[in-house]
T-cell receptor
Framework: GQNIDQPTEMTATEGAIVQINCTYQ??????LFWYQQHAGEAPTFLSY????GLEEKGRFSSFLSRSKGYSYLLLKELQMKDSASYLC?????????????FGKGTKLSVIP | EPEVTQTPSHQVTQMGQEVILRCVPI?????FYWYRQILGQKVEFLVS????????KSEIFDDQFSVERPDGSNFTLKIRSTKLEDSAMYFC?????????????FGSGTQLSVL
C-alpha cells in the first residue's frame, strides 16, 4: 500500500520562500508528482521527480530523496495567486502503475 | 492548451438513482482515468481505461460503478444506484501515454450531491 503525509496547512508572506514537505511509504515507486489545486478547481501539474535531486522550473523547484522517502516543493517569490492546495502524489509500480496515490494536500495561504 | 472537459459541473440526485458523469478527454490522449475527492479529503483513484478496457481499478470501484467510451470522444462514469457516501467531486483525467513520467490532465470536475 501507499501512505503519503503532508502538512495540512501553511501560511507564508508575499515575496517570501516556502517549502512544502511530503513523506511517503510505498510498496512500489515510479515517481513523485506535485500538483496545484485552487479551491473548486482541477489539479494542475507542477513537477515530476523520479531520480534523487532537485528539479527547478521557474519559481518552483521540487526535490526528491528516494532513500528517505521524502520530497519537497519549494516556492520562491510568493505571489497571492499561489494561495492554493499543493498535492503530493506517488505513482506506483507493477500492479499499481497506472494510478497516482495522492496525499491529503497542503493548503497554502499567502498573506500580504 | 488543450483541456479535459466534464459535464455537468454540478449534479444533484436522489439516493438510489443512476447518474452518468461525462468527460471529453484531450483528443490525442489514449489513457483515461476517473478520480474522486470527498469534501476535505484526498483525491482518490477510481479507475484507469485504455483500449476500451479497464486497465486498473481501486477498491472503491465496485459493481455499482462502470465506465464506457461510447464513441470516439466521450468517456463516461456511471454509478448505478447512488449512495449518500458517493457525494464527492469526480475528476476525469487523461494522458497521452502510460509512461511513469507522464502527467495527467484533469478536468474541472463534476460535483455530485446525493440526497
Amino acid at each position: 500500500g501507499q501512505n503519503i503525509d503532508q502538512p495540512t496547512e501553511m501560511t507564508a508572506t508575499e515575496g517570501a520562500i516556502v517549502q512544502i514537505n511530503c513523506t511517503y511509504q510505498t510498496s512500489g515507486f515510479n515517481g513523485l508528482f506535485w500538483y496545484q489545486q485552487h479551491a473548486g478547481e482541477a489539479p494542475t501539474f507542477l513537477s515530476y521527480n523520479v531520480l534523487d535531486g532537485l528539479e527547478e522550473k521557474g519559481r518552483f523547484s521540487s526535490f526528491l530523496s528516494r532513500s528517505k522517502g521524502y520530497s519537497y516543493l519549494l516556492l520562491k517569490e510568493l505571489q497571492m495567486k499561489d494561495s492554493a492546495s499543493y498535492l503530493c502524489a506517488v505513482r506506483g509500480s507493477g500492479a499499481g502503475s497506472y494510478q497516482l496515490t495522492f496525499g491529503k494536500g497542503t493548503k497554502l495561504s499567502v498573506i500580504p | 492548451e488543450p483541456e479535459v472537459t466534464q459535464t455537468p459541473s454540478h449534479q444533484v440526485t436522489q439516493m438510489g438513482q443512476e447518474v452518468i458523469l461525462r468527460c471529453v478527454p484531450i483528443s490525442n490522449h489514449l489513457y483515461f482515468y476517473w478520480y474522486r475527492q470527498i469534501l476535505g479529503q484526498k483525491v482518490e483513484f477510481l479507475v484507469s481505461f485504455y483500449n476500451n478496457e479497464i486497465s486498473e481499478k481501486s477498491e472503491i470501484f465496485d459493481d455499482q460503478f462502470s465506465v464506457e467510451r461510447p464513441d470516439g470522444s466521450n468517456f463516461t462514469l456511471k454509478i448505478r444506484s447512488t449512495k449518500l457516501e458517493d457525494s464527492a467531486m469526480y475528476f476525469c483525467a487523461s494522458s497521452e501515454t502510460a509512461l511513469s513520467s507522464e502527467k495527467l490532465f484533469f478536468g474541472s470536475g463534476t460535483q455530485l450531491s446525493v440526497l
